[in-house]
């Protein structure tokens, strides 16, 4: 029945010495793999354009002709063509793209941000809120749910013509962002909020502790962890989300209306929707490790459950 | 002496949602004095944490009554009248050792100064001063367990209520720990504890009352007075005393009568 007791101890003995966590190599070897992959993937993209090209776009196996036309020239680019398009202007006698792009990201990130900022408190105040008002959960959370099912692309739209009534356009592409963002926040604090042990709330009994004690002492920082996990989704479904509400808005500006021109003049110029897509993902993942390095900075305790 | 806590005709029972129901507690009447260290032993299901959290008001009687001075247990615990000791240490593992210890003293609103004055006291009494900085996580598990019970002790609660606070510790460990329980409860006169555990030893060594409790319906089937001289030791454990009393509790759990040393040793196909 104790067989494992002393083992258990005398781990918890070394945890005990150990001043801090030892000091281990993980992040750089975490940054060499993936540098790793992304030279695996750049070799594999110019490694199957070459291989294509050396075989005329067609290859035969087993009988079956494969047409390889998707790796020419015209349907995908050139990494260094993709990566020179950027000194060129996207328009005759226009600015540079690479200009024009950090123009656009600044549009879209202003309004992600925003919608992030919105998502994220409503999706907090929904967690909290749900977490000690059980009939309120079971009522809303299937609503919530569907929320998330119905297509974003169908609503966005409406919420343009809504806000485009109140005088205020430019607000529906934090809004439709949000809609995305809050979602997760939701979920993820709610579970937090509630996966606290049962002996904990005990604890705060026997001080006789008020509800809100209970809130603000063990039950916000224990969901902490997770808040900051679902924050990281959030980060990136931000950007997502202002991209998509770019779209019918009507403003120009931003990464989404880029997105949307250059895949017009694709079979012209490959290259500049390709820049506009690796810019836009560059973005979800600044923003992304924006939040997991602020995540390193308040978490300094050692969470029992990983998420 | 007076008694500090009455028992009365205390029953308890959980209805599962299957319908059927468990009598956890049937007719416990107790009476518990000032400065006492009582303990309640039993096999699992006997209702010794059920009557416990019942004492601390942190689940209600199904019928009976607890007081504590008089007054029911509800308001004893709004007058922060009991320490609370889990089996494992329920440290917040978002705090360190130090605002650990605090957090009492918050939610009873000392002052900065104080509830710094106080930890500090309360982590030398369990010698943990030199951690007062460290996250849990970074402690063993006897010493998370002291700062529970430094923990338990900052608001200078007048009841200490333990349960099974060393049952996850190793048998050195928890010998240890028991000389440095009995030293600060020596220390701080009068203060009363009830302390839950499975360990016939623990019990024995620890309490100047052991209350045996069988299970299904858990209910007190013994009190035993444990009359060893205090202070209590190393030395307290070879006492012939100390032998005859773990003999008795232990008989009182089976349900069977001691024998003397040289007779035959009685077969019941009991438990242990």
Not at chain 2, 49 to 61: C, G, K, M, N, P
Request: glycine share 6%; charged share 20%.
């Amino acid at each position: 029945m104790t067989d494992s007791a002393p083992s258990r101890e005398s781990q918890l003995a070394a945890v005990a010495r150990a001043d801090r966590p030892p000091a281990d190599y993980s992040g750089l070897r975490t940054a060499l793999i993936s540098l790793a992959i992304v030279v695996v993937l750049l070799l594999f993209w110019e490694g199957m354009k070459a291989f294509s090209a050396a075989n005329n776009y067609a290859v035969t196996i087993g009988g079956t002709e494969i047409d390889l036309t998707i790796f020419n020239n015209s349907q995908l680019p050139h990494l260094g063509d993709i990566a020179a398009s950027f000194m060129e202007p996207a328009q005759r006698n226009g600015p540079p793209l690479y200009q024009t792009l950090l123009d656009a990201v600044s549009f879209t990130l202003v309004s992600a941000i925003q919608g992030f900022l919105i998502g994220a408190g409503i999706g907090f105040a929904l967690a909290v809120l749900f977490a000690h008002f059980g009939f309120l959960s079971r009522g809303l959370m299937p609503f919530v749910v569907a929320s998330q099912t119905v297509p974003i692309l169908a609503i966005a739209p409406m919420i343009v013509i809504w806000f485009g009534r109140a005088g205020n356009s430019q607000m529906a592409i934090p809004v439709i962002a949000a809609y995305l963002t809050f979602f997760p926040v939701t979920i993820y604090t709610l579970r937090g909020l509630t996966s606290v042990p049962a002996t904990a709330v005990e604890l705060m009994e026997t001080y006789a502790a008020s509800k809100l004690e209970i809130l603000v002492k063990l039950r916000l920082p224990n969901a902490i962890p997770q808040i900051f996990t679902a924050l990281k989704i959030a980060a990136t479904s931000s950007v997502v989300g202002a991209i998509i509400g770019e779209l019918p808005s009507g403003f120009q500006n931003g990464l989404g209306i880029a997105i949307l021109n250059f895949a017009r003049y694709y079979n012209q110029s490959p290259e500049r929707l390709w820049a506009t897509i690796f810019v836009a993902g560059l973005v979800g993942i600044l923003f992304f490790a924006f939040i997991a390095l602020v995540e390193r900075l308040v978490v300094r305790w050692k969470p029992k459950e990983s998420s | 002496m007076a008694s500090v806590i009455s028992i009365s005709n205390v029953n308890k029972i959980f209805r599962a949602a299957d319908g059927l129901s468990v009598t956890a507690l049937q007719d416990i009447n107790l009476e518990i004095s000032q400065g006492e260290f009582i303990s309640f032993i039993g096999p699992s299901g006997c209702g010794k944490s059920t009557l416990l959290r019942v004492i601390a008001d942190l689940i209600q009687a199904s019928s009976g009554t607890v007081t504590v001075n008089g007054k029911p247990a509800a308001e004893a615990r709004k007058n922060r009248e009991y320490g609370f000791v889990f089996q494992n240490a329920t440290l917040y593992d978002w705090r360190t050792v130090i605002k650990n210890v605090q957090l009492p003293l918050e939610i009873m609103k000392y002052s900065k100064e104080e509830r710094d004055a106080r930890a500090r006291e309360m982590l030398k009494l369990v010698e943990l001063q030199d951690f007062a900085e460290k996250y849990p996580y970074q402690l063993s598990g006897g010493m998370q367990q002291r700062v529970s019970i430094a923990r338990a002790l900052a608001f200078q609660p007048k009841i200490l209520l333990m349960d099974e606070p060393f049952g996850a510790l190793d048998e050195m460990t928890r010998e240890r720990m028991n000389n440095e329980l009995l030293s600060i409860w020596a220390r701080l006169k009068d203060m009363t504890v009830i302390f839950v555990t499975h360990s016939i030893a623990e019990a024995v060594y620890l309490s100047s009352r052991v209350v045996v409790m069988s299970p299904r319906p858990g209910k007190i089937s013994e009190i035993i007075d444990i009359d060893l001289p205090r202070p209590r030791g190393p030395e307290t454990r070879d006492m012939d005393a100390f032998f005859h009393y773990t003999s008795e509790v232990r008989h009182a759990l089976r349900g069977t009568k001691p024998v003397d040393r040289s007779g035959a040793v009685i077969r019941d196909g009991a438990i242990e």
